[in-house]
């Protein structure tokens, strides 16, 4: 752990400390650069957190939670799955508390809250408490990601935002990444109950450090000199110049740009967490191999997740472009999900290696898309359209967690899953390059 947090400080560092270019090509200096390294490892470890507890489920699942509690196949990915049920409903009030009163009070009590419903998970008996906990677990995360985007949106500017959106979805990756290995450890010497307990205390301790660290607008903090906050809000009021009045939350969530992206997230969604719940699963099932080995194995394509993140947030920030960085690796993330079908279990690490890429490809484009958000849409609604944006994205995780796990589950095998996750993404790839971007 110590490792890794020193690898994110020093990635804190370039990203803070990079030039950019303004609409003239004039090279400018960045200002303010505390700001990243003060702010984006909060960011990242408290986001970090969120997905180490939603994303465990999946090691519990290959490592005997069914047996244990006699759950079946189907009802397995369906309690999986439920977690994003809660996620879809508390998402948009969620949304909107955070950008009219506080992002800093409301991820404070999620964090206490989400830490208690996962190591609640470590002591169920039966399954009707299992799928509670689960629905549980959706509702208190819900607000988190659309609560952090405002909270970016408040102190990062256009040319600094898809940076700083890759640094907190890389909670993601780099989380399923070590927690992949861990789990695996974890579960091997004690089991998959104390897992879920380990696993869910550092929520709980991390609020208290987030509520002492955290503000919710640059004035309100002592480590900015007055210049610095008095440059970031010019900048920021700058950007929202010329941009098309929306009145209110009915007129932005019924845009066609807004829909639209909502469909993007919802059919990616159905990739990725279809991805991430029973990756363990399927690589079990194909390798035939121990849950330690599982979990090495099952860190690979975060590991290229993360490098591909930062290259593309990185790219899109310096061309200023957000859709050109997200549909054509989406379209790579499915063409790579269907080539590893086709090479099937017979050929298992070339089969892996498409796998990994394709992890890759799904969570490079982040960064870009929810930069993409606050540029054509004004602060009066945006924080909303991300609450609702994020809403179907959890929707499509819903039944991509479900569907996939059922498949593999029907069948024995997955290639079902592998076709599944593959329409979905695709289609995904094909809408979002059909969306107009007008700012």
Known sequence: ????????????????????????????????????????????????????????????SAAGIEQDLGITKSISSLIGALFFLGYFFFQVPGAIYAQKYSVRKLVFWSLILWGICAMATGLVTNIPMLMVIRVSLGIVEAAVMPAMLIFISNW??????????????????????????????????????????????????????????????????????????????????????????????????????????????????????????????????????????????????????????????????????????????LALGALAFFCSYLLGPSHFWLSFALLSIAGAALYAPYGPFFALIPEVLPSNVFGGAIGLINACGALGAFVGSWIVGYLIGLTGNPGAAYIFMTVGVLSSALLMAWVKVRR
Request: glycine share 4%; proline share 4%; hydrophobic share 50%.
């Open 1 to 60: 752990m110590s490792n890794l947090k020193e690898q994110v400080a020093s990635l804190v560092d370039i990203a803070g400390q990079a030039t950019d270019e303004n609409r003239q090509h004039v090279k400018t200096k960045s200002f303010a650069p505390k700001r990243w390294r003060y702010l984006i490892p909060l960011i990242f470890i408290t986001y970090s957190l969120a997905y180490l507890d939603r994303a465990n489920y999946g090691f519990a």
């Open 156 to 329: 990062f500017t256009r040319k600094e935002r898809s940076r700083a959106n890759t640094f907190l979805v890389l909670g993601n990756p780099v989380t399923v990444l070590w927690m992949s290995v861990v789990s695996g450890y974890l579960i091997h010497a004690w089991g998959w109950r104390e897992m879920f307990v380990i696993e869910g205390a550092p929520a709980v301790l991390w609020a208290f450090i987030w509520w002492r660290l955290a503000r919710d607008k640059p004035e309100q903090v002592d480590w900015l000199t007055q210049q610095e906050k008095n440059q970031l809000a010019a900048t920021l009021a700058n950007e929202q110049k010329g941009m098309k009045v929306v009145r209110n939350y009915r007129q932005a969530f019924t845009s066609p740009v807004v829909i639209q992206l909502c469909c993007v997230h919802a059919l990616w969604s159905i990739g990725v967490y279809g991805f991430i719940m029973w990756l363990p699963t399927i690589i079990k099932q194909a390798a035939a191999t121990d849950i330690v080995t599982v979990g090495w194995l099952s860190a690979v394509p975060y590991v290229a997740a993360v490098a591909a993140m930062l290259a593309v947030s990185w790219m899109s920030d310096k061309s200023q472009q957000r859709k050109h960085f997200v549909w054509p690796l």
